[in-house]
Structure formats: C-alpha cells, structure tokens
C-alpha cells in the first residue's frame, strides 16, 4: 500500500511560521511571497485535516493539535538534516528552474540558450513549459515567461517585449481561394482561431465591422497555429519574431499592410521577491532582459 506524506516544502513553511511566530517573516526566510507561504500552510491543514494555526492580525500561535504536530515534524525534518550523505561535501551546481510558454521556448529561448550556458558553465538549466493565460500560478519554478497582460499581484513583474500581430498564410491556400488583396477579401477564407491572438481587434484595425469568429480550427498555441497555418488549413494571426523563419523560407506569407500593436498583451519575466538574492537566478534574469527586451528585438 502506498503512503500518503504531507508535501515536504509545507512542513518547512509549517516549522518556519512556528518558529517566528509570523507567516510575513517566515515567508521572507523562504524567499517566496506571502500568498504562497499561506498556501503551503491551507495546503497541510487540509492533509492533516486539522487547523495548525490560530491567527491573530500579523501574529500567529500553534494550536494544541500544532503544537503536537511540531514535534513530530521537527523530528522528521532533523532526521533528514542529520542522515549522512557520503558526497555531501561536494558543493552542489546552481541549479536555475524556468518556466516558459511552448512557443518562446521554440523561437527564442532554445535557440539562444547557449548565450548563458556558455557563460556560466556551471549552472545547470531546467526547463518547464506551461500554456500562455491558463498557467496562473508560478508553481515551484524560480523564473516564469508569461504571456499576457502584466497583472500579477504580489510577483515582481518586467517586460520582455511586444511585438504587433499581423495575418499570415500560405502560398498554397492562397493560390487554392483565388488570392487575397484587400482585408474584406478574408470572409472567403478560413480564419484559424486561438484565444491568445483574438481577430476582432484586428479587424478593427484594418477598417471591417466584423465579430469574432467562432468557427473553424481554435488552436491555443502560437507554434501549433502557425504550423496549421504552413499546412494551409487557413490564416491567422501572428508576430514576427515567431513567424520570421518560416516567411524567409517562403512557406507562409504575410498579408496586407495592417500590422496591430497590442500593448496589452505581451511577454514578460516574473518571479518571486527574493530570487535576485541567488547569484545564478540573477545572473539569468539579467541575460533575458538584455537578450530578449523590446530594445534588442527587432
């Protein structure tokens, strides 16, 4: 039969708010914010099925069931402390956890992730993908890339970059509906959807009263779309930094000359207060801002 454990970084958050008696103070020792820390803790009462804490303002004090509970934790945690490990002494690598949407890990990061490697040999990458607007939390990892629209309350937010969205097809679909000269031409032609690059603001842009379609393919993700774009299912919207390789290759083509800024969405670095403190953490975040922000893409 398998054992059900409590997960360990809520019994570390669990004996820090004990031991100073705030989860403010204790939160800034683990280097994660506030609402995080209070999560760990909702999340080991709800295994223990017990409240562990009775809160008062700023303060808190264990309860008796806590109280208890804290023996038992200390114990484990000191076990583990305690338990030889033969290589122990060997300093262990920095070790960089990042997050990134599927699309910027293709385009931009894998290819130019050697930049930083080379420069800091020893400091080991590992690499996440979440799904751009859906993804809200920033879960265990040290640095996220978020698509969106830069509201992320007590995270430390910087944006990377925008870039306009333009139509983008291929010669083959293009030559198979008889061609497309002018924006309105587009209502003979399938509009391939996704919830990260929305039309009718588009639409607006090049001068048509048109609503958001809501049919056809609905793709929600920017790699994807464009790759359905490159087997001619349709058009769809896209940005340059994403779609230059396969325009230089002439297997899709862009449309018109209406190219819309959408400040409100855009790619940006966020991570939690006290991440800089970490030499190689800082040192990536430092790379991306310069590698990736708005002044050097172009």
Same mark, same amino acid.
């Given at each position: 039969?398998? *054992?059900?454990?409590?997960?360990?970084?809520?019994?570390?958050?669990?004996?820090?708010?004990?031991?100073?008696?705030?989860?403010?103070?204790? &939160?800034?020792?683990?280097? *994660?914010?506030?609402?995080?820390?209070?999560?760990?803790? !909702?999340?080991?009462?709800?295994?223990?099925?017990?409240?562990?804490?009775? !809160?008062?303002?700023?303060?808190?004090?264990?309860?008796?069931?806590?109280?208890?509970?804290? %023996?038992?934790?200390?114990?484990?945690?000191?076990?583990?402390?305690?338990?030889?490990?033969?290589?122990?002494?060997? =300093? /262990?690598?920095?070790?960089?956890?990042?997050?990134?949407?599927?699309?910027?890990?293709?385009?931009?990061?894998?290819?130019?992730?050697? +930049?930083?490697?080379?420069?800091?040999? #020893?400091?080991?990458? %590992?690499?996440?993908?979440?799904?751009?607007?859906?993804?809200?939390?920033?879960?265990?990892? #040290? *640095? +996220?890339? !978020?698509?969106?629209?830069?509201?992320?309350?007590?995270? *430390?937010? +910087?944006?990377?970059? +925008?870039?306009?969205?333009?139509?983008?097809?291929?010669?083959?679909?293009?030559?198979?509906?008889?061609?497309?000269?002018?924006?309105?031409?587009?209502?003979? &032609?399938?509009?391939?959807?996704?919830?990260?690059?929305?039309?009718?603001?588009?639409?607006?842009?090049?001068?048509?009263?048109? =609503?958001?379609?809501?049919?056809?393919?609905?793709?929600?993700?920017?790699?994807?779309?464009?790759?359905?774009?490159?087997?001619?299912?349709?058009?769809?919207?896209? $940005?340059?930094?994403?779609? /230059?390789?396969? @325009? %230089?290759?002439? %297997? @899709?083509?862009?449309?018109?000359?209406?190219?819309?800024?959408?400040?409100?969405?855009?790619?940006?670095?966020?991570?939690? !207060?006290?991440?800089?403190? $970490?030499?190689?953490?800082?040192?990536?975040?430092?790379?991306?801002?310069?590698?990736?922000?708005?002044?050097?893409?172009?």
């Amino acid at each position: 039969m398998a *054992i059900r454990l409590p997960p360990v970084h809520a019994l570390s958050a669990f004996e820090a708010a004990a031991r100073h008696g705030s989860f403010a103070v204790a &939160a800034e020792e683990l280097c *994660i914010t506030p609402s995080a820390f209070s999560h760990r803790i !909702r999340l080991l009462e709800e295994f223990v099925g017990e409240r562990l804490f009775l !809160r008062d303002g700023r303060s808190v004090s264990l309860t008796e069931f806590g109280r208890r509970y804290l %023996e038992v934790v200390r114990d484990a945690l000191r076990s583990l402390a305690d338990f030889p490990l033969p290589h122990r002494h060997t =300093p /262990s690598q920095p070790r960089i956890k990042i997050t990134v949407p599927p699309t910027f890990a293709r385009y931009l990061f894998l290819p130019n992730i050697t +930049e930083f490697t080379d420069a800091h040999p #020893d400091v080991t990458i %590992e690499t996440f993908l979440s799904v751009p607007l859906y993804d809200m939390s920033l879960s265990e990892t #040290d *640095i +996220e890339v !978020r698509f969106g629209v830069g509201n992320y309350p007590d995270l *430390i937010t +910087e944006k990377l970059f +925008e870039e306009p969205v333009f139509p983008v097809v291929s010669p083959d679909y293009l030559k198979r509906i008889g061609g497309l000269d002018k924006p309105a031409d587009l209502k003979k &032609a399938t509009l391939l959807r996704s919830a990260l690059e929305p039309w009718q603001p588009w639409f607006l842009a090049a001068g048509l009263d048109w =609503p958001e379609p809501s049919m056809d393919l609905r793709i929600d993700d920017l790699g994807l779309l464009l790759e359905a774009v490159r087997h001619g299912y349709g058009v769809a919207l896209t $940005r340059r930094h994403f779609a /230059s390789q396969m @325009i %230089e290759k002439g %297997e @899709i083509v862009p449309l018109f000359d209406v190219a819309l800024a959408t400040p409100q969405h855009a790619y940006y670095l966020v991570y939690e !207060r006290g991440v800089r403190e $970490r030499p190689e953490v800082d040192a990536m975040l430092n790379w991306m801002m310069a590698r990736f922000n708005t002044q050097r893409l172009s």
